[in-house]
């Protein structure tokens, strides 16, 4: 069973940094589309950003942009999310996803595999 684990939630006063991790096992996604999405209390779930395969490519929410930035290791696996200049607005649960496709699907939530979730908050 393809599996995505992510790892680095916590809390952070407003303005500090805090970086999330998503690392695969049972597949291997080095050919494929990663990202996150985020949920918070009461509200949909939302993207937050994309990287390509090659990570030569990445897409960002507007709410992210500028503070946020993902990478990715094909090596490990593992895909990652910066996050600086944090506001209480970014609390929420950020979850890892991954598809074979790129597209549309991905603003709208609709990728195949999902991660658990790690709950980051942030306190003003």
């Known amino acids: 069973q393809v599996q995505l684990v992510e790892s680095g939630g916590g809390l952070v006063q407003a303005g500090g940094s805090l970086s999330v991790s998503c690392a695969a096992s049972e597949r291997t996604f080095s050919s494929d589309p990663m990202g996150w999405f985020r949920q918070a209390p009461g509200k949909e779930r939302e993207f937050v950003a994309a990287?390509?395969?090659?990570?030569?490519?990445?897409y960002y929410a507007e709410s992210v942009k500028g503070r946020f930035t993902i990478s990715r290791d094909n090596a490990k696996n593992t895909v990652y999310l910066q996050m600086n200049s944090l506001k209480p607005e970014d609390t929420a649960v950020y979850y890892c996803?991954?598809?074979?496709?790129?597209?549309?699907?991905?603003?709208?939530?609709?990728?195949?595999?999902w991660g658990q979730g790690t709950q980051v908050t942030v306190s003003s």
């Open positions: 996803a991954a598809d074979p496709y790129w597209g549309s699907k991905w603003y709208d939530g609709r990728v195949n595999y």
């Open positions: 990287i390509s395969w090659s990570g030569d490519y990445t």
